[in-house]
């Protein structure tokens, strides 16, 4: 059986990561056999990140390596149906909310003071109070490092809120008002779109990010859609 590793719930989310939540939309929908277990030290994970999946004695880490490993696993039927445009116009999506969306959000929860004692209790509640201090804090600093090594970090919070509001308005254009990105059902592409935005939606307490994308109706909808249909929610 296949075992999915990844994080443990936190902020009302019964599945944190939106990597993690594709991988099992994905893994439902495709209807593996597998096991869900996990770990709250992302250090402990083969490339120090999670998700990773454990499949005949591999270990394979980043979701879009499991992506690729199901698709052979499953001899094509990830991308069944799907034509090169449309895995183009996929993977353009994909890179918009995981490549960058993605630390927009992160940004919200770790690097707002208001917001960041959620973090703390969140992430590291069960540490004793004088290490939870400290490892918390070398963890937002190596978080703030990377947010600015990426570029956004480097924008003052309204200009980093701009680039926010157009990601969410290019999804708000190109998501459906019913059905799917490719079809009468839902695919990689939409567990992709829709794990990132449960985050956003379903994130307790509200970040800046959540207040924004309430905005987006046709999104919010669609984000609920792929949820129902695939069987598998972000929220708890």
Not at 92 to 103: F, G, K, M, Q, S
Not at 205 to 220: E, R, S
Request: hydrophobic content about 40%.
């Amino acid at each position: 059986m296949l075992e999915l590793v990844t994080l443990p719930p936190a902020f009302g989310m019964r599945n944190v990561s939106p990597f993690c939540l594709k991988i099992e939309m994905l893994l439902s929908s495709l209807e593996l056999e597998f096991s869900l277990s996990d770990i709250s030290d992302p250090r402990k994970a083969p490339k120090g990140k999670l998700p990773f999946l454990i499949a005949d004695g591999q270990r394979i880490a980043d979701s879009e390596l499991i992506v690729q490993y199901l698709d052979t696993l499953t001899s094509g039927r990830v991308f069944a149906g799907l034509t090169d445009e449309q895995i183009g116009h996929g993977y353009a999506l994909t890179r918009l909310v995981e490549d960058h969306l993605y630390w927009l959000m992160v940004a919200s929860r770790w690097l707002d003071e208001n917001w960041w004692p959620n973090v703390v209790r969140g992430f590291f509640g069960p540490l004793p109070v004088p290490l939870r201090q400290i490892v918390s804090g070398v963890a937002r600093r190596r978080m703030a490092q990377t947010y600015n090594l990426h570029g956004l970090g480097r924008h003052t919070l309204e200009e980093q809120k701009g680039f926010a509001r157009r990601d969410l308005q290019a999804l708000e254009s190109v998501v459906p008002a019913a059905g799917f990105l490719f079809g009468d059902h839902p695919g990689l592409f939409d567990f992709t779109v829709a794990a990132m935005m449960a985050g956003a939606y379903d994130n307790k307490p509200a970040t800046w990010i959540t207040d924004m994308a309430v905005q987006y109706k046709g999104l919010h909808s669609y984000t609920e859609r792929v949820q129902e249909t695939s069987g598998v929610w972000g929220r708890k």
